[in-house]
């Protein structure tokens, strides 16, 4: 295992460690695991066996002897399992802690995590670590890292670049200090990079778009101009594929996405600021209080799905506590009749919105609603329905699951600290008065909202190690029954209920000042034992009807202003990814616009303003002003190119360049400009946004509706009907 | 969603109405759309159950509009 380190005098080294990666096997007795012994090709891999004792399964409450197997390395690992998979005809057999990624099994071993500080020992090859620092400290230092900023551009001939196109420019970004890699000879700039490269020694290299693009892209120029072998990123040398790395499809929530495969250098992290939206969002600081507490590697918990960070952290609880990781789950679902399992498979609860605009609404949230109700109600797989205590008090609601009194899940035991830090991350956040110490804290406590809210899905998700769908839904339970009281005693207060949903709700009462809503959750906390807290009150705020049913409520569309004037806005065209540029910034001019009135009498007069912005972006539109760029839509493909039948605009985009000879496969995001939307000929409808001049001809008057759908869906309210928005304003 | 889904399945019931009827039809769903959270709290095996209470739920508010619009009326008509 190689671990590199960066010491107190900000040198890097990098230390390896004679470790070998190892995996268990249970069987139904002691001798069949004696029996495996014998047959298993011991000295062909070089494996080593001992008998160990450990928990195999979290429901055990004694530790049983299991065979533990340490292989030289991680090459022979599939071949091995394979070979025990047959020899126990696929089910006598079962394994354990196989698929744990090498590095976070060696973090778990030595007790270890990513920026942790250490005094290492190297004998013999061996390193001997003395941690003295812990995962639970709330004020480590970050050792101060070299960040380079990388970026090309690049002389294409279409909209969106190709691997053919010329480096026109090499820049990075250094201490606020710009470099411009500009010499006329293409293999002379990549030389030059991999010179300045190693001159700034950068930690770690931003990129835009390095996993999916620009590193393969600059290995395919060094080709070009056959100085391959001198393009050198990372701290050692480790050449950069010129052929790109296929991807990740993959499928969550009812949508598929598109991952790129991450390009990594040995010695630096790289972070993709394309491909890591949690970096974007949370910072270095978020990254690495995650990476900490989680016991991930940086390079993987800034581009994983934020689920991945939270099994971490389970996977090295259950290390911890002497218990096996089971390599295909199998925690069932206690046998439920069809009439349990309608109460029982319920998400959470919700109020529909009351329609139209309201005045002085209050905004309350439960902050981390479900991982609370975890911590503090012990729901975890292995205590929802424990076999040890049939007759508990703690008992889910509803559906009436005994919860084990007796010890802590393995859920609860991890949630424990991380909603502590966030709870005084939050605090100190609030407290300090410097800006960057303010910026820090709130980085770190948001990236646990987001950690945290993985926390609930997971238990019902298929490939979570430790999920069981029981404690998922006792977990809802809690949860709805929570909302339902808090709901009954706000109405009990005089508030009426505007809107609820899961964890939060917008109430009104007339005259309430922002005292009486604190006030309110100050009961409210009392009374269920949860933190909730007051966001603030609306000026006015908006809910929208359903675009197929007119009149019917729909959750998350709706846009209103806080008193000190910011603008919360869900479900609508500006939030949407798919929108063009020009309709979005159009909305959201009128809605700043509409942000100036103090209540809905003001809004009401403001309306005819909306229309005025309206008419100035459909001109500007009718006149040919707009952009390629802002003209853009660009749209998820679920399917690969070939598989759509029928002739969606993205399905034609992937297809157009499809047939460029473009890879594109389900999952990535297509950019296409309108042509012609009405064309017989598909083909001519749309062009996709890499094939397009830098300027061309659209079909302004698609572009137009466009405008006014999105006009008309923030109105609907207030309008009738679509036809008389016209009419309204001539 | 199993709302949509039995909604569809009286698609034939639908198309047997004239346009007036099917206007006041959609009505009805739509007040059936407008308590589907409630609905789903209930977790009732047979649905219909569910979409003729929020049907005579939101009967039942319209007649207190009604009535309520009504007694105004009547205390402004009545000579003093």
Not at chain 1, 588 to 612: C, G, P, T, V, Y
């Amino acid at each position: 295992m190689a671990v590199w380190i960066k010491t107190e005098k900000g040198e890097c080294l990098k230390l390896v460690d004679d470790w070998r990666p190892y995996f268990y096997v249970s069987a139904p007795s002691e001798e069949d695991l004696e029996k495996l012994t014998w047959y298993l090709p011991r000295n062909e891999v070089g494996a080593e066996f001992d008998f160990v004792e450990k928990f195999a399964g979290l429901q055990d409450s004694e530790r049983s002897k299991v065979l533990k197997i340490t292989l030289p390395d991680a090459t022979s690992l599939r071949f091995l399992t394979g070979v025990i998979w047959r020899l126990g005809d696929y089910e006598k057999y079962r394994l354990w802690n196989v698929d744990t990624p090498l590095p976070q099994m060696y973090l778990y071993e030595k007790d270890l995590f990513p920026f942790a500080y250490v005094e290492a020992s190297v004998e013999n090859g061996k390193v001997s670590w003395k941690l003295k620092d812990s995962a639970e400290s709330v004020d480590y230092q970050i050792p101060s890292l070299r960040n380079v900023k990388l970026k090309a551009e690049i002389d294409s001939r279409g909209a969106l670049p190709t691997f053919e196109d010329p480096i026109a420019k090499i820049l990075l970004e250094a201490d606020g200090e710009q470099i411009t890699i500009d010499s006329a000879d293409e293999g002379e700039k990549i030389l030059t990079l991999t010179k300045t490269i190693r001159e700034l020694d950068p930690d770690i290299v931003l990129s835009e778009g390095g996993d999916n693009f620009l590193f393969t892209y600059l290995a395919r120029r060094a080709l070009k101009n056959g100085v391959l072998s001198e393009l050198e990123l990372g701290r050692e040398k480790a050449g950069i594929n010129v052929v790109q790395q296929k991807g990740n499809t993959y499928f969550s929530y009812g949508r598929v996405y598109y991952r790129a495969a991450p390009q990594r250098l040995l010695g630096r992290l790289h972070i993709d600021l394309e491909n890591s939206g949690f970096y974007a969002r949370y910072g270095l600081e978020g990254l690495v209080e995650i990476a900490r507490t989680c016991r991930i590697p940086l390079y993987s918990a800034s581009r994983v799905t934020i689920g991945t960070s939270m099994k971490s952290v389970q996977l090295y609880q259950a290390a911890r506590d002497d218990v096996l990781v089971p390599w295909k789950k199998n925690e069932p679902e206690n046998f439920k009749n069809a009439r349990d399992l309608l109460v029982a498979d319920r998400g959470g609860f919700y109020f529909e919105p009351k329609l139209g605009i309201h005045d002085n609404v209050g905004e309350i949230d439960f902050s981390s609603m479900y991982p609370t109700l975890m911590l503090k109600k012990n729901i975890s797989p292995e205590t929802v329905g424990c076999k040890c205590c049939p007759d508990s008090r703690n008992r889910v609601p509803e559906l009436g699951y005994n919860i084990c009194e007796k010890r802590v899940g393995i859920i609860p035991k991890v949630l424990d600290l991380m909603l502590k830090k966030r709870a005084y991350y939050k605090t100190m956040r609030d407290k300090t008065s410097s800006p960057e110490e303010k910026a820090k804290y709130d980085q770190r406590q948001a990236a646990y909202k987001i950690v945290l809210c993985t926390c609930f899905g997971y238990m019902g998700y298929r490939n979570a190690r430790f999920g069981k769908v029981d404690a998922f839904n006792a977990a809802c339970a809690f949860a709805r029954k929570t909302l339902l009281d808090t709901a009954q005693l706000a109405e009990q207060r005089g508030f009426e209920i505007v809107h609820g949903i899961v964890d939060s709700l917008y109430l009104k009462k007339q005259d309430a000042s922002d005292k009486d809503f604190v006030e309110l959750c100050r009961e409210i906390t009392e009374k269920t034992g949860l933190p909730i807290s007051y966001e603030g009150r609306y000026r006015w705020i908006v809910f929208l009807p359903s675009k197929t049913h007119l009149g019917v409520p729909v959750l998350n569309r709706f846009y209103g202003v806080f008193n000190d004037g910011k603008i919360k806005a869900r479900g609508i065209e500006l939030r949407r990814g798919d929108t063009p540029n020009i309709v979005s910034r159009c909305q959201d001019e009128i809605i700043q616009e509409l942000a100036k009135a103090k209540n809905s009498d003001e809004f009401m007069q403001r309306i005819s303003e909306a229309f005025h912005m309206y008419r100035k972006y459909a001109d500007k539109i009718l006149n040919g002003e707009v952009s390629l760029k802002d003209l853009t839509l660009s749209k998820r493909i679920s399917k690969n190119p070939d598989e759509y039948a029928g002739n969606v605009q993205q399905a034609i985009a992937a297809k157009q360049l499809q047939r460029r000879g473009l890879d594109v496969a389900a999952g990535q995001i297509v950019g296409y400009v309108i042509m012609d939307a009405d064309n017989k000929r598909p083909e001519r409808r749309i062009l996709a946004a890499q094939l397009a001049k830098v300027s061309v001809r659209y079909d302004a008057g698609q572009y137009v509706s466009l405008l006014e759908e999105a006009l008309h869906n923030i109105l609907s309210p207030f309008i009738s009907q679509k036809e008389s928005l016209t009419k309204l304003f001539p | 969603m199993i709302l949509e889904r039995e909604i569809q399945k009286w698609e034939a019931f639908l198309r047997a109405l004239r346009k007036e009827d099917r206007e006041a039809f959609e009505e009805l769903m739509n007040a059936c759309r407008s308590y589907a959270s409630a609905a789903g709290a209930s977790a009732r095996p047979v649905i219909t159950e569910a979409m003729f209470m929020s049907i005579l739920l939101s009967h039942q508010k319209n007649l207190k509009e009604f009535q309520a619009a009504l007694e105004r009326l009547k205390s402004t008509l009545q000579p003093q």
